[in-house]
């Protein structure tokens, strides 16, 4: 398949709000593609490419010319070679090797196609076609079962295998697709409340637990082989000895744990978020150790347990792993709860989590069986500018211009970013030098002091609310916002929603 046909089905996504619309451009697409295309073409499709970082920033392929050819001939498996080529090289003169392959690249490509490519490397392709558009659109190409194949991509935790089981292989092939140990699969992912009260009157009898201000990880050991994901299913396993060696005591020999990790002070208080990021950055940052902190079991010793009740998961994490568990009570009294949610709070966490004790492990969606409640409202969003500092900041870049995620273009274009507003409050003097180091990377172009930069860079803002303003195309805008963290763990469409801030213009 021509790129050119990748780029027409993408583009004809961007121009429709419609889900079925978009359901049905990208089913088309899937059934033309030959079976070793659906992979690097679903890469394509989701700015995910199968080989992973390609070691390629803004500054490379801005200085690439843009694509030049008259006439489309490059096909999906030309671009996949290069994207291999990419990833296989290392060592000295690699960024030299790399922008040959891209500037050969970009020489064969359409202007068009080159622009995709570009936001592929990037990261912030904007087509509304997400994770979920895409599985149906799987479904209907392969006249599959949508239910069947979430259930395949949540389990192998990759999209385009999943696509090609599903368009190419018979039709028990998807079924066959299981829990395996050290094969990482999507986490369950949560959804909010008001109050811990609420969310128990919601949910009836629940499991109250501590939400800590961690990095989500995902544990797998096969006897002593334990290897350590993150929540994007990246492997830091060399990064965290410790989380490794407390899962080899476990009384157990193959599990799959979930739960997340953070480094305590020497009050046992919790650490700030970038201090345990910090952990994941570096193999060799081991001044502050991490603790990992386990919520869920997923498999046990030949026994897969995600289809179990929470209720009947948790008997089974209490057994083998209760000294590392996340600390929790289980009631359907919302009073109960609220006074757990503050002795969380009192703990210097963020505040509870509320779960369905008769839900079974359902990833990759957001769902009412999972609620987190967070006293202080935060909300991941995603930087778009940044304006040169002034005064005591002057020489640092300082104020971010802060934008929502808009999956299906309400505001402006489909799987874009809707400005929301702007801070300086809450940057440290290393993040002030962090900002000026990293976002003239990924700069796409510039203005009288402010530096425009690809929408990758995903933050987490804590505000006191919400509340109505003419002056950002989503009629909403921040109050009283401040930087919490840099979220390197969390993908840009991972941001919070333009819809869910209007919403809080309700409450």
């Given at each position: 398949m021509l790129l050119a046909d990748v780029v027409a089905t993408v583009t004809a996504v961007s121009a429709?709000?419609?889900r079925s619309a978009k359901i049905d451009a990208l089913a088309r697409l899937l059934a033309q593609l030959e079976p070793d295309e659906i992979v690097p073409a679903v890469g394509l499709l989701t700015a995910s490419p199968r080989q992973g970082r390609l070691g390629v920033g803004w500054r490379t392929l801005s200085g690439l010319p843009a694509g030049s050819a008259p006439e489309a001939t490059v096909t999906v498996g030309d671009v996949d070679a290069a994207f291999t080529a990419l990833a296989e090289t290392a060592g000295a003169g690699s960024g030299a090797r790399r922008g040959e392959v891209l500037a050969s690249l970009a020489r064969r490509t359409t202007p068009e196609e080159w622009d995709l490519l570009a936001r592929v490397l990037?990261?912030?392709?904007r087509t509304g076609?997400?994770?979920?558009?895409?599985?149906?659109?799987?479904?209907r190409a392969a006249q599959r079962e949508p239910a069947e194949v979430r259930r395949a991509a949540m389990l192998s935790g990759d999209l385009g295998e999943t696509a090609r089981i599903a368009l190419t292989e018979p039709p028990d092939a998807l079924a066959e697709v299981g829990l395996v140990v050290g094969r990482p699969v999507l986490p369950m992912l949560a959804a909010t409340a008001a109050t811990a009260g609420d969310a128990v009157t919601a949910t009836g009898s629940s499991s109250v637990e501590y939400k800590l201000d961690g990095a989500r990880i995902q544990v797998h050991r096969r006897g002593d082989e334990v290897r350590v994901f993150t929540r994007s299913l990246a492997e830091v396993t060399?990064?965290?000895?410790e989380i490794v060696e407390a899962v080899r005591g476990l009384p157990a020999t193959d599990l799959i744990l979930d739960g997340e990790t953070l480094s305590l002070d020497e009050s046992g208080a919790p650490r700030a978020f970038q201090d345990t990021m910090a952990r994941f950055g570096a193999e060799t940052a081991r001044r502050i150790a991490?603790?990992?902190?386990?919520?869920?079991?997923?498999?046990?010793?030949?026994?897969?347990v995600l289809d179990e009740p929470l209720s009947v998961r948790q008997q089974e994490l209490e057994r083998v792993a209760g000294p590392w568990r996340v600390p929790a009570i289980t009631t359907d009294d919302p009073s109960e709860a609220e006074e757990f949610a503050g002795a969380a709070l009192d703990a210097g966490h963020e505040g509870v989590m509320?779960?369905?004790?008769?839900?079974?492990?359902v990833a990759g969606r957001r769902g009412t069986a999972w609620l987190k409640i967070k006293p202080v409202h935060t909300f991941d969003l995603v930087v778009l500018?940044?304006?040169?500092?002034?005064?005591?900041?002057?020489g640092w870049l300082s104020n971010l211009h802060l934008g929502a995620y808009d999956p299906e273009g309400e505001f402006g274009e489909p799987g874009g970013y809707v400005m929301v507003g702007k801070t300086f409050k809450g940057l440290t003097d290393e993040l002030l030098r962090w900002q000026t180091e990293h976002f003239p990377t990924i700069q796409t172009r510039r203005t009288a002091?402010?530096?425009?930069?690809?929408?990758?860079?995903?933050?987490e803002i804590a505000i006191d609310g919400v509340q109505r303003s003419p002056r950002y195309p989503g009629g909403v805008a921040l109050r009283f916002a401040r930087v919490k963290a840099y979220r390197p763990d969390k993908r840009p469409v991972d941001a919070d929603t333009i819809q869910r801030l209007r919403g809080m213009l309700r409450g």
């Open positions: 429709t709000r419609a990037m990261g912030e392709l076609a997400l994770e979920g558009v895409l599985l149906e659109a799987i479904a060399a990064r965290v000895p991490l603790r990992p902190w386990f919520f869920d079991v997923l498999h046990v010793d030949g026994r897969d509320v779960k369905d004790l008769a839900a079974p492990y500018a940044v304006e040169e500092g002034s005064g005591r900041r002057a002091g402010t530096v425009h930069v690809a929408p990758v860079t995903v933050v």
